[in-house]
């Protein structure tokens, strides 16, 4: 053994004894933690599945309406978003992944009696359990999810995404990004053998209401996954545990959680949240029905809405895009409210359909200022302004900020405003 390490070891042996001859009178400065010694099954159960420093708190936010109907076995309508303004990386951790369910808490479901059904207009009507979804072959891919109504200024979630003290959280907290792994949607429908005239399928969910939606087939032979993995382990009960439908760079609508079934039909089906909840209202009070893939996006989740700036000086600006056509190509930054624009830097990994991380310098000089990010995807579509927003709804923009109407995918630049003070705001309202 080297003689050098034997010192080393020696003097880490020996330093707790010595560090504590030391300090011995101000040991009352020492914080109690030392102190109290929790129970030893509690120790092991910790590092049997870490927990994360009780010193960092970020939290979903948002509505869980009608909480108290929960014990009574009630419908509960969840709508949780992200802490954006915290995140490093592209993941999104998947305790902090937003979440969405129209009814009753997430069905607790034991994954060794779960089976999902794929009949309809095939040749073999088909039953997998979990695990014999598990003994096919996989993939393992980044995806975003989101909500299309994240980032609407009328979307699920209300007001707080048009205050002026607005957060990324509020203002985008409807997506989320991971690491999916599954089955691909095609290896199934080839086992099964799809008949001649199958134009959709029709995903349901074993929640309480049934959650269906109904997704063209072609969508099903192209990328959409069966997952059951999400960050390296299991998907999370509320992402949709055990398994879950990942149709990529689509309205997060179309993702079906706790999927049981998945039937092959001629038509669309008219589901429920797809034709009540769902559909973006036009201005002639009719709605859109049936779009699907999102529009590239982006925001700066630093500095943003509820931060403060330290002061003037160095300060990287930060923040996630996507698009549901493919992979993010470019992001601009400005710092000085669109007059002028530069090119940011992207982050690997740059994945089709997934949160990209983009990074900008910036030297503030402690003057007022709006700060903005514009996404281009790898289909050469540029991220549009609020007015390129209204102009294509041939809607205005006072129209857009305040109607109580639902508008689908709203992709707009995001500003966020600078004061002389350090403090952030929203500044699309
Ligand atoms: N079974 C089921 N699947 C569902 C839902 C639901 O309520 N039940 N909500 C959908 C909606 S509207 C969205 S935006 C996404 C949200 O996925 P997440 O909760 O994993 O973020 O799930 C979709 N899949
Ligand atoms: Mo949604």
Redesign the pocket.
Known sequence: MNPKQTDRRRFLKNGAALAGLAIGASASALPAAAAAEPALEKVDELHLYGERSHFVTDVRNGSINNPERRLKDEAVAFGLRTPMQDSVGMITPSPL???????FEPPDIDPAEHHLLIHGMVDRPLIFSVDEIKRLPFVTRFHF?E?HGNSSPRGPGGDARVAVNATPQETHG?T?CSQWTGVLLSTLLKEAGVQKGATWIIAE?A?EPK?SKSIPIGKAWDDALVAYGQNGEPVRP???FPLRLIVPGWQ??N????LRRIDLVDEPYMAM?ETSR?PSMRLDGKSRWFEFELGPKSVITRPAGGYKMPGPGFHEITGLAWSGAGAVKRVEVSTDGGHTWKDAQLHDPIARKSHTRFSAPWTWDGKETVLLSRCTDDQGTVQPTIAEVAKLWNADIDFLLKTQQVVGDFNAIQPWKVNADGSVQNALV
């Open positions: 992944h937003f979440t969405i369910s129209h009814s999810v909500c409807f989320s969910g929640d959650h509320e992402q949709g997060g609508i993702n079906v959680k706790w949240m769902y």
